[in-house]
């Protein structure tokens, strides 16, 4: 997890953090297994388990650096899906052959058939994945 977040060469301010938050994270984790390992021993000798000390807060990362995770997830996710492309219509589910027209969504980038899009968009006026609104290109030309 923080190795995709040190790596990224244009955001210095989150690789300081990310190894700030690493350092951290191995240091409060180290604390906490030797006090487990303490715990399971002293119960071993005196096999009383009312003695233990009690743990720490088990180790994690700040909500900063998980926030900045998670987007960076985002955004490598949603690079994933524009990389994929659609085989097949997404109203009726019958494979698209390069020579067919096709209508993609500019916000959710699935593709369907023209002719069911146009079928679609008369009735909902928008994409039937994402449900954002989209008009009909056949019936209204963009203006350009």
Sequence with gaps: MTDKLITMPNR?????????????YEAIFQNYTQLVDLNIQEMKET???????PLLKPPSFSDRFMNEHWI?????????LE????????ICFIEM???????KCDHCKKTTHQKC???????????PHCRREQLDPE??????
């Design 139 to 144: 019936e209204l030309p963009a203006l350009s």
């Design 117 to 127: 899009a146009s079928n679609w968009l008369q009735i909902h006026q928008s994409c």
């Design 83 to 90: 990389d994929i492309s659609d085989s097949e219509c997404f």
């Design 12 to 24: 210095l301010e989150i690789r300081e953090l990310t190894l700030y938050e690493y350092q951290q």
């Design 47 to 53: 096999r009383d388990c009312s003695l233990y000390s």
């Design 72 to 80: 960076e997830c985002d955004k490598e996710k949603k690079k994933e």
């Design 97 to 103: 052959n390069s020579d067919e027209k096709t209508l």
